[in-house]
């Protein structure tokens, strides 16, 4: 790849609008959380020439971590986008929260983006977290490079860091996985580190050297030479194998010399099907320098070897009924097909939407179609409604830069769509379309809020409707049987930055309180009961009398009712009432206050007065018979069981194990998975799992992941039932 040092860099306060889609590279930077994807960002604009350096840091954030809470934090919880110019190509960086609870915005950051930067620190290695996001990578199919970042630890190893990356993510071809270039040290300091201060390529065999804040191309002494050979003749090797000219091996272990252009133009073609992930290394620069270690490197990697918007294939495209829609993969003038990835809520210009077009040309002020289905389950109602947009503008921090178009492949912010969320998608007014959505993580930490006061209360729906708008990973529950308001969250972290943005930016001040599950109550064995609801106090009186059995059924039978009255005992007209008040009983329980399930209630016997009986004196008699049943029986309390799966690594299989049955969970099998990794199977009830979603990641060290879903109800222990009796006797 050429030398591209000099290219004219963007100008800072100006938006480039693309003119085709193979003049941008849409690049998303993944990796865990302190891996530098952040310093990375910052490096390549300001390398590009996008931000300067004396105006880089804005009230102590970064150009991609700009928003007051990743300031309060000190870490990315948002997708950010900073678009730069290099050598006549748009780059459009996302950068993504390396946060496993902010896993959401990576996957709308791989929805928006053609190829990934793969971020790894040379301080940490490669952890289970690490490995999974890869996995996230590897799912989508998307294109990958290393990244190998604070190489001034003292800790770091280059060399080692790239054989572990190879074993990490090479899976069963760890050739695929090698480096481009070597870094080269300078002199050792006091401490015996030497530090990085330049690059030896592999294919060109040149030094650049970057201790003087510049970046300088030499040819490599006669002592640097031999570090460079066998690493050199490993990386031809691997490209040559990647070769869709299958004589070239031959050729080549035949001792023929490949041309440095063949070489470069097949590793162009491996990265970008994603067959071969080179691995680079980048520093930031230092104090007054205008470039950092490695960042020319890796912006022609960008352009060279990342694949451009024609080369992804689209998502599935429908009509919002459902028929699939053939469209064009990114043509600007094919029919309007654009994504929101992300959602923002601005407090001077309102709800600012991120667009990745896929088709077509967005332009401002023009009506669009917005279609959003099938998130009904996390608070988001389906819905199509046509809406005009605003100025059309390029993301660059807390800036807005104006764009005058955003063609098939490019990025743009949209204002003033009131009623796009995240994940719909934007359409032709007159040829509405919908865009298959990505899959979303489970959000399975809940957080149960009130509002503080009532003025609280009058902003709270408003409030969650535009935080649940935002992050579709968020799911808003209102429970109709523990009549709570419950946000699920991600965990610890999230629901963190969702209370603050409540607060902070919505004016909503709510207090967390203790997550109830949904307890049930039933007979343990049959019992009967007489209600008698007779009152003769002057004037027209209330007269009704009924005899009820009530015996338990299977679980899941619900509540059955059953005339067995002979003789006309009681009247045929009261006998709905009877069962309109048991069922009304029922559902607000017999002792503790928890809806009654599975029992059948027979009537029997009963009186009537042809005077004062009415519909609701046997309504009133009909709840009295089940409370009175109820008195005479042992009531159990039935709690939720989730089915539980987890999936972990291998090493990490008896710890959680132990921690399943440490919640009264029963494991009711395991199988191998694919990655060293085996699937446990458990049923728990859901009172032992309220912040499963915490405590298995620090059980499993960050590597496991796990889905629950509804079993059944079954019968509480004793124990436990008196002392949830009595802490809510307590409150």
């Known amino acids: ?15 480039t609008a693309a003119d085709h889609p193979a003049s941008v590279r849409n690049v998303v930077l993944v990796g865990h959380s302190g891996s530098g994807k952040t310093t990375l960002v910052e490096a390549l604009a300001l390398t590009a020439g996008a931000v300067n350096r004396a105006g880089r840091v804005e009230d102590g954030g970064t150009v991609s971590d700009y928003d007051e809470i990743e300031h309060r934090q000190q870490r990315s919880v948002q997708l950010s986008l900073v678009p730069v110019d290099w050598d006549g190509f748009k780059i459009n960086l996302i950068d993504t929260p390396g946060y496993a609870d902010f896993v959401g915005e990576l996957r709308a950051g791989l929805r928006a983006a053609d190829a990934a930067l793969f971020v790894v620190s040379a301080a940490d290695g490669v952890d289970g977290s690490t490995r999974m996001l890869w996995e996230e990578c590897a799912a989508v199919g998307m294109p990958r490079a290393i990244v190998v970042t604070h190489l001034e630890s003292a800790r770091s190893d280059f060399e080692e860091m790239t054989a572990t990356c190879a074993q990490a993510f090479g899976g069963d071809d760890p050739d695929a996985v090698l480096p481009l270039y070597l870094p080269l040290h300078g002199a050792a300091g006091p401490d015996g580190h030497a530090p990085v201060t330049g690059l030896i390529g592999l294919l060109t065999q040149q030094l650049f050297d970057y201790s003087s804040g510049e970046r300088k191309e030499a040819d490599p002494g006669p002592g640097e030479q031999p570090l460079i050979e066998t690493a050199r003749n490993r990386l031809i090797e691997g490209i040559i194998a990647e070769s869709e000219d299958e004589t070239l091996m031959d050729r080549y272990l035949g001792g023929e010399e490949i041309d440095l252009k063949t070489l470069v133009q097949d590793l162009e073609r491996a990265v970008a099907r994603g067959s071969f992930f080179p691995v680079l290394a980048a520093a930031p620069a230092a104090e007054g320098a205008r470039q950092g270690l490695g960042t020319v490197e890796l912006l022609e990697l960008i352009t060279g070897g990342f694949p451009t918007p024609l080369e992804r294939p689209a998502p599935a495209v429908t009509t919002p009924e459902g028929a699939p829609r053939e469209v064009a993969a990114c043509d600007p003038d094919g029919p309007l097909v654009a994504e929101v990835v992300k959602t923002a809520s601005d407090p001077y210009v309102g709800r600012v939407s991120l667009v990745r077009v896929f088709s077509g040309t967005l332009r401002p002020d023009a009506t669009v179609h917005v279609s959003g289905h099938g998130l009904t389950d996390r608070g988001h109602e389906d819905h199509d409604v046509d809406e005009r947009i605003g100025a059309l503008s390029a993301p660059f921090g807390k800036q807005q830069r104006a764009l005058t178009h955003c063609i098939a492949g490019d990025l743009a912010s949209v204002a003033k769509l009131g009623r796009a969320e995240t994940g719909d998608t934007l359409s032709a007014k007159d040829d509405p379309l919908l865009m298959e959505p990505w899959q979303m993580p489970d959000p399975l930490l809940p957080l149960a809020i009130e509002a503080h006061s ?22 808003l529950e209102q429970n109709q049987n523990t009549h709570q308001v419950v946000l699920w969250c991600l965990g610890e972290a999230h629901a963190d930055v969702a209370l603050e943005r409540l607060r902070n930016r919505y004016g909503v001040q709510v207090d967390v309180v203790p997550h109830r599950v949904s307890l049930r109550e039933t007979f343990a064995g049959p019992s009967t009961g007489r209600g008698r609801h007779v009152k003769q106090s002057g004037g027209h009186g209330q007269f009704a009398i009924c005899e009820i059995e009530v015996e338990p059924l299977p679980n899941g039978s619900g509540i059955e009712f059953v005339d067995k009255v002979v003789g006309g005992a009681v009247p045929r007209q009261f006998i709905p009432s009877v069962e309109k008040g048991v069922r009304a009983q029922a559902a607000k329980g017999v002792v503790a206050g928890y809806p009654l399930i599975d029992v059948r209630v027979t009537l029997r016997d009963g009186k009537a007065h042809s005077v004062d009986s009415s519909d609701a004196a046997f309504q009133t008699a009909g709840a009295l018979a089940l409370r009175e049943a109820a008195r005479e029986a042992t009531i159990h309390l039935l709690e939720p069981v989730a089915e539980v799966t987890v999936l972990v690594g291998d090493d990490y299989v008896g710890p959680v194990m132990s921690d399943l049955s440490g919640r009264r969970g029963r494991v009711v099998g395991t199988e191998q998975a694919a990655g060293g990794r085996t699937l446990v199977r458990a049923e728990v009830p859901e ?33 436990i039932a008196e002392r949830l009796r009595e802490q809510e006797a307590g409150t």
Do not use: C, W
């Not at 790849?1 to 938006?15: E, Q």
């Not at 902003?459 to 649940?468: A, D, E, F, H, N």
């Open 687 to 719: 009172i032992e799992i309220g912040r499963y979603a915490v405590d298995l990641r620090s059980v499993s060290h960050g590597t496991a992941r796990f889905d629950r879903s509804y079993a059944r109800h079954e019968p509480m222990p004793q124990h």
């Open 1 to 15: 790849m050429g030398d591209k040092a000099n290219a004219h860099p963007g100008a800072a306060g100006r938006a």
């Open 454 to 475: 009532k003025a609280d209360e009058d902003k709270l729906s408003q409030g969650l409707g535009r935080l649940v708008a935002e992050d579709p990973t968020m799911r």
